[in-house]
């Protein structure tokens, strides 16, 4: 059995359809009206969109619905989904708390509620009853004022033992016009001491040199192999990996086909880039880790050699993975302590 490690996956698009459904069949029955059945949802709910943008408004449904109240419930069916249908050993878990308090308080009272969010989230991953480990990443966002992604940052930094890193998400377009507060509040992050990942060159929109030296890992990154392959040896320099997840690129319209990938590993391979692949939004896709593996193998994008390098990079890379090695070693050394037990049974 092989164990694997997340890196990239959103709080709200890790829900998948199945669970969603069921949860509103039971608390919000008005958000079944406009479909007529379950597969009728599953389809609205997976289907391609055009762009980044739109592909985004869907996260606005699942987080209207992941309150504090029903965030335990969520964050439990993700974790046991995630032990047994994906073998995750480790995952970390992104999302902007602001954007789980209530929208109707004023923004200082949604500020001081994102501490319960956290704790909630918290305390909901260290369940005992499934074998994984499970911290949070903190999104900042680009389309929040200033005042709240600087609590976001101050919040991460408060609880170590919940949160590993901040992130920036809600779509790279807008970032020019704010690009210097951005930079700004990394570099805050980083005095604080904090780990950092962002969402950066993932469309050709989303391009600024100026982050990446903020960055211990980038999220998506695609377009630096793609269009600005100078850039990689400095990424490889820094020991910067990327966090490519391939089914996201099909569902924005950022890519048209899955094949557009293979410069992307090849150049970073080439360069000593280091890729994690992950899901980004396993249940908005609804598509597992094992299958995105299983699809860059299927279309020939990489092969089985550089599939497992990558595994072992994502734990590498991983911001509270504590051990040296991943669980890989540990189960071998399971199973050959208890094969020379038997052996030496037999004789
Ligand atoms: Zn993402």
């Not at 490690?5 to 459904?21: Q, T």
């Not at 949860?23 to 599953?42: G, I, K, V």
């Not at 964050?75 to 999302?95: D, H, K, Q």
């Not at 050709?204 to 600005?228: A, F, K, V």
Request: hydrophobic share 35%; with cysteine; proline share 6%.
């Amino acid at each position: 059995m092989s164990l694997y490690a997340e890196l990239h996956r959103h709080l709200g698009g890790s829900v998948v359809p199945r669970i969603l459904w069921r949860y509103f069949q039971r608390n919000r029955p008005d958000l079944t009206q406009p479909f007529a059945d379950y597969a009728a949802f599953e389809q609205f709910y997976t289907q391609p969109r055009k762009t980044l943008a739109e592909y985004l408004e869907l996260h606005t449904l699942v987080e209207s619905v992941q309150t504090q109240e029903a965030l335990p419930y969520f964050i439990y069916r993700l974790l046991r989904g995630a032990y047994v249908f994906e073998n995750l050993a480790y995952l970390e878990l992104r999302y902007t708390p602001y954007l789980r308090t209530p929208d109707y308080l004023p923004q200082t009272e949604r500020i001081d509620r994102m501490t319960e969010i956290v704790e909630i989230v918290g305390r909901a991953s260290q369940q005992s009853e499934y074998p994984i480990m499970a911290r949070q990443i903190l999104c900042m966002h680009s389309r929040l004022p200033y005042e709240v992604n600087r609590a976001i940052v101050e919040l991460a930094a408060q609880y170590p033992d919940y949160v590993c890193a901040v992130d920036m998400a809600g779509g790279d377009a807008q970032y020019g016009e704010r690009l210097e507060e951005f930079v700004q509040l990394y570099g805050y992050a980083r005095e604080l001491g904090l780990n950092t990942t962002g969402h950066l060159y993932e469309t050709p929109q989303g391009c600024y040199p100026e982050l990446l030296p903020y960055l211990m890992r980038i999220g998506h990154g695609i377009q630096i192999p793609l269009q600005y392959p100078h850039l990689l040896p400095e990424i490889a320099a820094r020991g910067q990996c990327l966090e490519v997840c391939p089914t996201t690129y099909l569902k924005t319209g950022t890519l048209d086909s899955l094949q557009q990938l293979r410069p992307v590993f090849d150049r970073c391979f080439d360069a000593g880039v280091d890729i994690a692949i992950c899901t980004d939004n396993a249940g908005l896709h609804n598509v597992r880790l094992p299958f995105e593996y299983e699809t860059l193998l299927t279309y020939d994008i990489i092969g089985f050699d550089e599939l497992q390098r990558c595994q072992e990079v994502a734990f590498r890379h991983a911001f509270a993975w504590p051990h040296d090695h991943q669980p890989r070693s540990l189960l071998t050394g399971l199973l050959q302590e208890q094969d020379s037990v038997e052996i030496g049974v037999g004789h």
